[in-house]
């Protein structure tokens, strides 16, 4: 069964946007966190990129920041990346992932293994 499903990426010149959305099912919509990791073919690891929680709190990757903006719609089960001034090195499948880490509480952060549920991706490429 698929739980999350992304749309919105393409490819775009250095400097251009792309808004990506995600769709999450019932059950994965009911997790705390939800977000994007990245991954470039012949890397070993996905790289996180950003994760909201349901208290509207967001985490950026370093690479990232003050670029990328995520948001969701808790009514319509989405969550949004919006990319700009993108650069070529932004370049991977972006994934969307939901889950959460528990600690006196639930809490999102960027580590991988937090998250149970992974969409397909769609791609994105930034070159001139």
């Known amino acids: 069964q698929v739980h999350l499903v992304e749309s919105g990426g393409g490819s775009v010149q250095p400097g251009g946007s792309l808004r990506l959305s995600c769709v999450a099912s019932?059950?994965?919509?009911?997790?705390?966190?939800m977000g994007w990791f990245r991954q470039v073919p012949g890397e070993e690891h996905e790289e996180g990129v950003a994760?909201?929680?349901?208290?509207?709190?967001?985490i950026y990757g370093q690479s990232v920041e003050g670029r990328l903006t995520i948001s969701q719609d808790n009514a319509k089960n989405t969550v949004y990346l919006q990319m700009d001034n993108l650069k070529p090195e932004d370049t991977a499948k972006y994934v969307c992932?939901?889950?959460?880490?528990?600690?006196?509480?639930?809490?999102?952060?960027?580590?991988?293994?937090?998250?149970?549920?992974w969409g397909r991706g769609t791609q994105v490429t930034v070159s001139s």
């Open positions: 019932q059950l994965a919509s009911s997790a705390y966190c």
């Open positions: 992932v939901a889950g959460q880490g528990y600690r006196d509480g639930y809490y999102c952060s960027l580590e991988a293994s937090m998250f149970g549920y």
């Open positions: 994760v909201i929680g349901r208290d509207g709190r967001t």
